[in-house]
């Protein structure tokens, strides 16, 4: 992949430069992937140490960026690689708040940390339309924590590029709780996140109100023809590690849970749920050799993306 600058506001925690890296392939078929790369929202957690520009807790700048493997659903030689003839905009996360903050945080007189994700993501998202205006399709894919805002990203993909059919695909997010102090502290206090949205992502909510599985509801509400979808392991610790003290600890009921509360809006969202406690599922060529129920995940991805709605899939033995 090729990198870009992004210009304007754009940075990273700590005010470094952020870009994103991009393939070109096919002009009319794109996917915008967001990356992971933790969250942090206290001097602790959001600290500027570590190697390579990450601590223990998240990617604070782009130093350790490497979006050039050849694996996974980025192996684009691979005859089954769903992918393979699209084009790709890599859009890394070095601000510790999934993609979704625009504030600057003192969190000690040492420490001061740009929570820009965002800003840096509308930068993309700006990059995407002006690049690829007469895209048919777009794929928007969140890996860890660059899923909780994907079907956000969705919804205004759609509203940039309202001829492409946009499909969203948010892998391992779905433990992230819906509780009132965790969207008023972090989402709207720490990382000013709130604040950044206008319009539809927020329309109708209180901060309070705006949990993470809203945003599935707000983005289908705005666009019903958008495809949602998300995939999880069951019993991922990594997932909502950082999360413990807004979430009542049993990962695989809050996913069901949350699943629940979305599909009873009336939004379908097609789900994939994996049992055991892995992590990584895009980058590995497990991608390509997960299956549960008989079902290969990347054959339940492929059907997703050829628009043929494929049905849940979820284990029986979720311990793994």
């Given amino acids: ?165 946009v499909t969203v695909l948010g892998a391992q997010s779905g433990a992230w709780p819906d509780h009132p102090d965790f969207n008023a502290d972090i989402l709207g206090a720490r990382w000013g996140a709130y604040a950044a949205m206008s319009g539809w992502p927020v329309h109708g909510l209180t901060v309070r109100d705006w949990g993470v599985p809203r945003f599935w509801t707000q983005a289908a509400a705005h666009h019903p023809d958008l495809v949602l979808a998300r995939f999880d392991f069951a019993y991922d610790p990594h997932a909502t590690s950082e999360l413990t003290r807004w979430s009542d600890g049993d990962l695989l009921a809050t996913i069901d849970r949350n699943e629940a509360a979305i599909e009873a809006t009336g939004v379908r969202l097609h789900s994939y749920t994996a049992p055991g406690a892995d992590h990584q599922i895009f980058e590995p060529d497990r991608f390509y050799t997960l299956k549960v129920k008989g079902v290969r995940l990347v054959d339940w991805i492929t059907a997703l993306v050829d628009g043929k709605k494929p049905a849940d899939v979820h284990c029986d033995t979720c311990a793994g």
């Fill in 1 to 165: 992949m090729d990198q870009g600058r992004a210009r304007g506001e754009c940075r990273c925690a700590d005010g470094s430069e952020f870009a994103v890296w991009e393939r070109r392939a096919d002009p009319k078929k794109v996917v915008l992937f967001l990356n992971g790369g933790g969250v942090c929202w206290d001097a602790t957690t959001c600290a500027l140490t570590g190697d390579h520009g990450e601590n223990d807790f998240y990617d604070w700048s782009l130093q350790g960026t490497e979006p050039e493997n050849r694996s996974g659903m980025f192996d684009v030689t691979r005859s089954d690689n769903p992918f393979a003839g699209f084009s790709f905009i890599y859009v890394s996360s070095c601000t510790g708040d999934a993609h979704l903050g625009n504030t600057t945080q003192v969190y000690s007189p040492a420490l001061t940390v740009e929570h820009r994700g965002f800003v840096n993501g509308t930068a993309a998202l700006a990059y995407l339309a002006a690049q690829y205006p007469g895209a048919t399709q777009v794929v928007v894919v969140g890996k860890t924590a660059g899923s909780v805002a994907a079907p956000l990203y969705g919804g205004l993909v759609a509203d940039r590029l309202p001829n492409a059919k």
